[in-house]
């Protein structure tokens, strides 16, 4: 195995029912996470605001 070259250091807290604010050490803001479109439909649940999965930032990121 290589050396290791960056480790990610961030905090993940539940809001409230699907949303989570995330945050990055080095970075400044706050992530929001959450549910919307289909995966809500799927959960059957209804936020009282709508924000990205965490699956729609691994394919974003996946993508670049």
Known sequence: ??????????VIVR???PTRKA???GFPGEIYY???G??????KI???E???ATLD?????TAA
Not at 38 to 43: A, E, S
Not at 57 to 61: F, K, L, Q, R
């Open 38 to 43: 289909g995966i809500k439909d799927f959960y």
């Open 23 to 25: 945050t990055i050490e």
């Open 1 to 10: 195995m290589g050396n290791v070259v960056h480790t990610t250091r961030s």
């Open 57 to 61: 930032h691994i394919v974003t990121a």
């Open 46 to 48: 209804d936020p009282e």
């Open 15 to 17: 809001e409230r029912g």
């Open 34 to 36: 959450g549910v919307h």
């Open 50 to 52: 709508e924000h990205a």
